[in-house]
Nanobody, 117 residues
Framework: QVQLVESGGGLVQAGGSLRLSCAASGSIFSSNVRGWYRQAPGKTRELVATITSGGKINYADSVKGRFTISLDNAKNTVYLQMNSLKPEDTAVYYC???????????WGKGTLVTVSS
């Protein structure tokens, strides 16, 4: 059974930074893409960033230049470094793991990020 556990969320002022972590346990070997998604109050869940096992990275336009996704294969952990945070970045952030061209198979429970103005 695969488990994804996020950490690192919290309250930060606009312009500040946070680093989210997502540790995976279990048989995640079939997953070749990891990602971060977010859901703001009253909105649908949206893609933030993805990274493949081959190192290909994709970002949502709204976070390009501010957020950085990275993967530590030895620790089976994916990170999301978030800089220059804005109030509109406030959301529950979820990590996910899945297969390219198929979609995400596993999801974490989410971690709340609140950016105050």
């Amino acid at each position: 059974q695969v488990q994804l556990v996020e950490s690192g969320g919290g309250l930060v002022q606009a312009g500040g930074s946070l680093r989210l972590s997502c540790a995976a346990s279990g048989s995640i070997f079939s997953s070749n893409v990891r990602g971060w998604y977010r859901q703001a109050p009253g909105k649908t869940r949206e893609l933030v960033a993805t990274i493949t096992s081959g190192g290909k990275i994709n970002y949502a336009d709204s976070v390009k230049g501010r957020f950085t996704i990275s993967l530590d294969n030895a620790k089976n952990t994916v990170y999301l470094q978030m800089n220059s945070l804005k109030p509109e970045d406030t959301a529950v952030y979820y990590c996910a793991a899945g297969r390219i061209y198929v979609g995400m198979d596993y999801w974490g429970k989410g971690t709340l990020v609140t950016v105050s103005s």
